[in-house]
């Protein structure tokens, strides 16, 4: 083996580990984020997990009167808003890392030396 090809195997070796990890990364995040869209979340109330047909109260620091009241259902579809918010957040960063990967892979393979 001459000094040349030692060189470009060392290249490929280097760059090939980098897409690996970048493309291995991107898909379990994505796949990370898929999950968190699809579990359905308790409903909470403050720390406390509200059955169905129980409603939650939030108060006033100030007053101490009852400002909202609100049942479980609405307090789970608040949940399962804000959860699929940063689901697809995290499916997003899943995809750019994916994406960052493939076009390395592509950027190595087009621009590489043909010594």
Known sequence: MTNKAV???????CMSVVVIALLGAGIWVGLLGRDMIADTPPALCGSRVLEEGQTCESYSRSTGRTTDTF?????ANKQDTAKDFFGWVVVAVGGTLTLAGGGLAVMAVKYRKDD
């Open 7 to 13: 060189g470009k195997a060392g290249q490929w070796g």
């Open 71 to 75: 049942g479980a259902e609405e307090a």
